[in-house]
């Protein structure tokens, strides 16, 4: 190993020196990503300028610092046989660094648009149709069950009907307004 490292020129120690603790350190937040632990321990700044362009996450992190030296060191690493200017060799790991960082930005850009959050607002429900689960008594004496679609989910809320008749099992109605966060006054269609 010594031999190995006494043999390498300066530029290749001084990549090879990136290369192996941003690859450790890359590793352990892979692993921490897959345990779930992956957004807990980034650092990022608070800068003016993400602010003014609106973007949605932070440019400046650790992890996109481990990514840019990632592609960085790695490149100078491979290419250094082939590219005999240094000069030509960093510009070429500093463009696949960038590039690396963008890749894993739009990637992570396009999986915080897949999150949904949980709650249904219950107010979305006014108008819709439902079908009825449990039979609704007639005029408000008691409460059954319908199921319908609300904000791409399929929930079950308390229902009442001010109807002269009961409302069966299996019978189209509509919202007419909101009781409470768990009961609906609905309509026979």
Request: proline share 2%; aromatic share 10%; charged share 15%.
């Amino acid at each position: 190993m010594e031999l190995w490292w006494t043999s390498l020129d300066l530029y290749l120690k001084i990549m090879w020196g990136i290369a192996i603790p941003v690859s450790i350190v890359f590793i352990i937040q892979m692993i921490m990503t897959f345990v779930g632990l992956g957004d807990h321990g980034d650092i990022s700044t608070d800068s003016d300028v993400d602010a003014d362009l609106q973007i949605p996450f932070q440019l400046f992190t650790f992890r996109n610092f481990v990514n840019f030296f990632l592609g960085f060191a790695w490149t100078g690493i491979s290419l250094y046989e082939v590219i005999a200017n240094k000069a030509w060799l960093t510009l070429l790991g500093v463009i696949v660094g960038l590039v690396l960082v963008t890749i894993v930005m739009a990637i992570l850009y396009a999986l915080s648009k897949t999150v949904q959050s949980g709650n249904i607002d219950i107010n979305n429900a006014i108008g819709k149709t439902a079908t009825v689960y449990f039979t609704i008594p007639a005029a408000g004496k008691g409460m059954g069950k319908i199921q319908m679609s609300i904000q791409q989910a399929v929930r079950e809320y308390d229902a009442i009907s001010d109807a002269t008749e009961p409302v069966i099992t299996g019978a189209l109605v509509r919202v007419k307004s909101v009781i409470d966060t768990h009961t609906l006054l609905v309509e026979k269609l």
